[in-house]
């Protein structure tokens, strides 16, 4: 069965044999919740675990690099007042 343009699966936006940063996120996201498992909801996209763990390590390491850059003090300005 080819998939076409715009389509959907399960949910979640397939377009042209690629997955949208959206959709990538939404299944981090699904799959970060409870009682959800990264084999369980591949199998459901119909694509490998392995491909769906780097999808998640991607998201977690983003996520991480954007927590520190918002713990870092500011620079300059009103610094010891």
Not at 10 to 15: A, E, Q, S
Not at 39 to 51: E, K, M, W
Request: proline fraction near 5%; charge should be positive.
């Amino acid at each position: 069965m080819a998939v076409g343009q715009g389509c959907n699966r399960d949910g979640f936006r397939w377009c042209c044999g690629r997955w949208s940063d959206e959709s990538k996120a939404q299944a981090v996201a699904v799959v970060l919740g409870p009682g959800v498992t990264v084999s369980a909801l591949a199998r459901r996209l119909g694509i490998s675990p392995p491909q769906l763990f780097g999808w998640r390590k991607a998201f977690l390491k983003k996520q991480a690099r954007t927590s520190r850059r918002a713990r870092q003090p500011l620079h300059g300005g009103d610094r010891g007042r």
